[in-house]
């Protein structure tokens, strides 16, 4: 069940009649009950059986922990059995793959592997480290658990919630009201004209670009990845600007995952605004537990390294993640090296040049990320530093992504209104800060642009958004 079918909005109907009219118990029912509906028609049986599964092991070993006079052995166990299943789940093929390399025949498990495993898994990793380290108290509410862990708006793709946060969302009244309403459906707008419009076209040409890459001159491998560097962008925070509107139409306030992130002046800001209920978590339970940054300069740039192989294992199992990983870890070393002498630099000038030459990093670390290997992706960075000519289509292969001229001015003219809106939205402090202070008429205007462009493009097929992979 797509956030883009009608039966996606059926389903949201049904859902929010009864969540506005029942009281504060029966309504968490309701709502846990159509959050496993959700969970079923976007997964399966066995994925409502994995996550549900999961909830119960980590709200059992939280109370188990919580209740033990030596709480530690517990922990381990209950902590080894979730990161153990979700890295037998993600890396199995990778591990057996790379030991047949040394001449071993082992044959991968057939598993498939629950949609949004990553986000969910992370959620109940978080709640169990916390519980341990007396953050706060075990919940005895298993229904209130049961409807964070399963919330449908984040199961797919996150964001990343805590308990503490969005137990606080969950409970007390639920009131209908516009001014809360309009905004949200707003945002719901902005994340499909994101997904629809700007995404889904920039897809054909990352996959022309991507599937021929040897063909491509350095400008048209540039192109390529400007094109996935946009594409990731309008895809997953699209996304998540959906979860945030719809949660917000519940009255549930989520984490807000992105913060333009592309008008980051370094790598390390960076990883402030992309993904930001990763970056939290990552550096909340791997870097801190590590030691963080209260040791010796050598055992912090280790920290580092290890908190971002951690991330791109997270990604993905392939040896182009782990070194996507590893080089945003190199990034904010050396960021943290030249940091001295950029502080001293802050004028207007050097900051747009920082700009650009963070969006630059970024843009070729995002060419290893949708490589099908570390090795093609290593190549097709190469090869935007080769000859290049300004023969678009004669190594573009633009049959694969064969646009009406009209088709192309939609897409030119979206990307400026997504960054337009974007640089507002970054000096302002937000999308909706940022909307709120433009002139109604321009505002206005904007919306209706918005609009229009999704009706223009929902004949259009959808796949499923790249983080679901995830």
Not at 92 to 112: A, C, E, K
Not at 252 to 264: A, L, V
Not at 455 to 464: K, M, R
């Amino acid at each position: 069940m797509s956030f883009f079918t009608f039966s996606f909005l059926i389903y949201l109907i049904i859902l929010m009649i009864p969540y506005f009219l029942l009281k504060e118990r029966p309504r968490l029912v309701w709502l846990c009950i159509m959050n496993l509906v959700f969970v079923y028609y976007v997964g399966s049986w066995a994925m409502l059986g994995w996550l549900v599964g999961s909830i119960a092991i980590t709200y059992l070993g939280a109370r188990v922990i919580e209740s033990s006079a030596h709480k530690k052995p517990w922990f381990l166990l209950f902590l080894a059995l979730q990161v153990g299943s979700l890295c037998v789940l993600k890396l199995q093929n990778f591990v057996v793959t790379n030991l047949n390399l040394l001449g071993l025949s082992l044959q991968p498990l057939s598993i498939i592997v629950p949609i949004g495993i990553s986000f969910f898994m992370l959620q109940l990793i978080s709640y169990l480290v916390d519980v341990y380290s007396g953050k706060y108290p075990a919940t005895k509410d298993f229904l209130l658990f049961t409807t964070y862990g399963t919330f449908f708006p984040q199961v797919m793709s996150g964001p990343i919630n805590r308990w503490e946060q969005l137990r606080k969302e969950l409970i007390g009244d639920k009131d209908w009201d516009w001014d809360r309403i309009l905004p949200a459906l707003e945002r719901i707008a902005w994340g499909f004209f994101k997904k629809l419009v700007i995404a889904e076209r920039l897809s054909m040409i990352v996959s022309a670009s991507f599937s021929n890459y040897q063909e491509l001159s350095g400008l048209n491998a540039l192109i390529g990845a400007l094109a996935c560097t946009l594409q990731l962008y309008a895809d997953f925070s699209g996304y998540s600007d959906i979860a945030f509107g719809v949660a917000k139409l519940l009255d549930i306030e989520i984490i807000d995952n992105f913060k333009t992130p592309y008008f980051s002046t370094s790598v390390q800001e960076f990883w402030r605004r992309w993904h930001i209920s990763l970056s939290t978590w990552l550096k909340d339970y791997v870097y801190i537990p590590l030691g963080g940054s209260r040791c010796s300069k050598g055992r912090r740039y280790f920290n580092l390294m290890m908190t971002f192989l951690v991330s791109g294992i997270w990604h993905g199992a392939g040896w182009n993640y782990i070194w996507w990983g590893l080089l945003h870890g190199f990034a904010q070393m050396v960021g943290n090296i030249t940091k001295p002498i950029r502080v001293k630099s802050e004028g207007v000038v050097i900051r747009v040049l920082r700009t650009i030459g963070t969006f630059l990093i970024v843009m070729l670390l995002w060419v290893l990320f949708f490589a099908p290997t570390a090795m093609d992706g290593f190549r097709m960075i190469g090869k935007i530093f080769m000859v290049w000519n300004y023969q678009l289509g004669t190594d573009f292969n633009f049959h694969y992504a064969t646009f009406a001229p009209i088709v192309w001015l939609l897409l030119g003219a979206s990307l400026i209104v997504m960054s337009v809106v974007d640089f507002i939205a970054h000096k302002n402090g937000g999308l909706v800060e940022g909307l709120k202070r433009l002139p109604w008429p321009i505002h206005l205007l904007i919306l209706w642009y918005v609009i229009g462009a999704i009706t223009l493009s929902l004949n259009l097929s959808t796949s499923e958004f790249i983080y679901m992979q995830f």
